[in-house]
Every structure is written in C-alpha cells, then in structure tokens.
C-alpha cells in the first residue's frame, strides 16, 4: 500500500477532517498535477518545473498542512511533529514551501520556532445558526436595507456548475479581470463534491428570471465555506447579494454547520463579511524560501497573477 492509499484510508477515519484535506478534493483540485502524502496526515501539493520543487496551496484550497488533533496531542508531540516536517522538508531539496494550517492547530507557533515565516490570517464566520431571526438582527442596517430591497427577487438551486463559471466569467469581465481557474477545473471540482453531496450553487435571480448573483457553496462536518461568489454589476444595487448571503447562511442552517465566510484579507472584503455579524477567527500561513534565488521569480509570478485577477 502506498502512503497515498494509506491516506485515503485513514482519512475515512477523520469525520472532523476539513473538507479541503480529504482525499476526494485532493484528487480534484489537484487533477493533472499530484498529491502526495510527505509524512503521515500531510497530504502536500508537490509542484516541480525545470530545476524547481516546491509546495504550495491548490486553487481555491483554503486549508492544508498537517491534520493532527490538538486535544490529543502533548506539547513535545507537536513539537516532534514539527521537527519531523521540517526534516521532511529539506530532506526532500524544496526551493519553497508555502501551506496554510487548520485553525486551531499548534503546529505554525512549532515551525515558527524552527526558522519558518508565520503569518496570521483571518477567516469570518457565524458559528450559531440555531436562531435565524437572531442572525438576521445581527445584520448591519446597510445589509437590513438591502434585503428589504431584493424583496421582488427569488433564489433558486438549479444553475448548472457550465452556466456557473460562464456567468461568474462574464461578470469579471465586466470588471475588466480575468478568471483565476478554468472551466475545466471547475467542472472536475463540482462532479466530485456533487458525488460527494458535499456542494450546492446558488442562483439569485428577478422576477423576469434574470441571473443577478450566484455563490458556490462546499461543506464539511462542521462549517459550510463561501467558496465563490459573483454579481452582475448592472444589479449591483438590487440587494442580490445580500439575498444569496442569507440563502447560503439558510442552507447552513440546514445542514447544521458554521457558515465560513472564507474571509479575506483585502479590508473592503472583510468590511462586507462583518456587516453579516460575522465574527474574525484566526488560523496561520507557514512559509519558508530554502533557496534564495527561487525568491525573486517567484514574487514575480505571484504579483502577476494578482494583477491579472
């Protein structure tokens, strides 16, 4: 059996497991490239091109590193599991690591100690859904007043993942951006976690049927995340997106999860979290060039990629 396989199978073991370190989303965001388990319970993305190997975040994976539970685990166990990443690491010639840890896990503050970059980040979520009246008056009045403006409007689950990322494409477009994943990977994502049960779209639309806003939803055991979002700008004044906010946060409800806003670090975004009465929760980005010279190229691309978005 390889350590893939044994991943899998323990994997089928972690009822709390995040969503994006199971085996079924590895081997869909990951299709075309390979995952691989470097130690037990750290599936990685390995990426080698040229002379270079690194490991970074799959597209729209939000959460990744070792999965280990904290409550078990003694201080010495995490840093030994600590040490034996970072042995992993460099005994594996990476040029660059770059993974962002389940919230909670003690492991960044570890590898911290052991030369690694740590950066905080922050997510937004509602956590008790058992009262939807109360989330609801946990709304700003800027998002109170536009729901009272989408009244006319209705929501519905039936938009195909095809007509999905055509409208997610054409509303970027209208912001004069360009998509940052492609249909194809899209349509691979959405056939494994729809065989899964594990997704829903949701389409917000007017009384002529028009689309107006859609989200793509994914879930867990414990949280629903607000994977994508998109709104056509000519109805940006229309409450659409307040709508399919409630819709999603409804459907998270319904399955007895938090709803995770998958927050941003950009303030504008974060802004629109938090007037849902969303509340920030912290987890950690671990990164570390072990070649200087991978550095500048690197930055490079990323800063590219971000302009083109």
Same mark, same amino acid.
């Given at each position: ?10 994997? #089928? ?14 081997? *869909? ?10 130690? $037990? ?16 975040? $799959? ?35 990476? /040029?660059? @690591?770059? #993974? #962002?840890?389940?919230?909670?896990? $003690? ?20 956590? /008790?859904?058992?009262?939807? /009246? ?15 403006? =989408? ?11 095809? /007509? ?8 970027? #477009?209208?912001?004069?951006? &360009?998509?940052? @994943?492609?249909?194809? %990977? %899209?349509? &691979? ?9 594990? *997704? ?12 107006? =806003? ?11 995340? @607000? ?24 459907? *998270? ?30 987890? @950690? ?25």
């Amino acid at each position: 059996m390889t350590s893939k396989e044994r991943y899998c199978e323990w994997a #089928q073991t972690q009822a709390d497991m995040p969503i994006f370190m199971q085996p079924w989303w590895l081997d *869909a965001v990951c299709a075309g490239k390979e995952w691989e388990e470097i130690l $037990p319970c750290m599936p990685c993305l390995v990426r080698k091109k040229w002379w270079m190997r690194w490991i970074t975040m $799959p597209q729209q994976t939000q959460i990744g590193g070792m999965w280990i539970d904290a409550n078990t685990c003694t201080i010495e166990q995490v840093r030994e599991k600590a040490r034996q990443i970072d042995a992993k690491l460099r005994e594996m010639k990476l /040029d660059y @690591y770059y #993974q #962002q840890y389940p919230i909670g896990s $003690p492991l960044p503050a570890e590898l911290k100690q052991l030369g690694y970059k740590v950066k905080e980040r922050v997510t937004y979520q509602l956590q /008790d859904l058992s009262d939807l /009246d109360k989330v609801i008056d946990g709304f700003s009045r800027n998002k109170k007043r536009q729901l009272q403006k =989408a009244l006319s409007l209705h929501a519905d689950r039936d938009l195909s993942a095809e /007509d999905f990322y055509r409208f997610h494409t054409e509303c970027l #477009q209208q912001q004069h951006k &360009v998509i940052n @994943y492609s249909r194809e %990977f %899209f349509l &691979v994502l959405d056939r494994k976690a729809q065989r899964e049960q594990k *997704a829903q779209i949701m389409a917000i639309r007017n009384a002529d049927n028009q689309l107006l =806003a859609a989200g793509y939803v994914v879930w867990d055991e414990k949280a629903m995340h @607000y994977l994508i979002a998109a709104q056509n700008a000519e109805f940006k004044d229309s409450g659409a997106m307040s709508l399919l906010v409630l819709e999603c946060i409804k459907l *998270a409800r319904e399955k007895g999860v938090v709803f995770d806003f998958e927050g941003s670090m950009m303030p504008g975004v974060a802004l629109h979290f938090k007037q849902f009465g969303a509340v920030p929760v912290t987890y @950690y980005s671990v990164e570390k060039y072990f070649s200087w010279w991978f550095a500048v190229p690197y930055f490079l691309y990323k800063l590219f990629t971000f302009r083109k978005r």
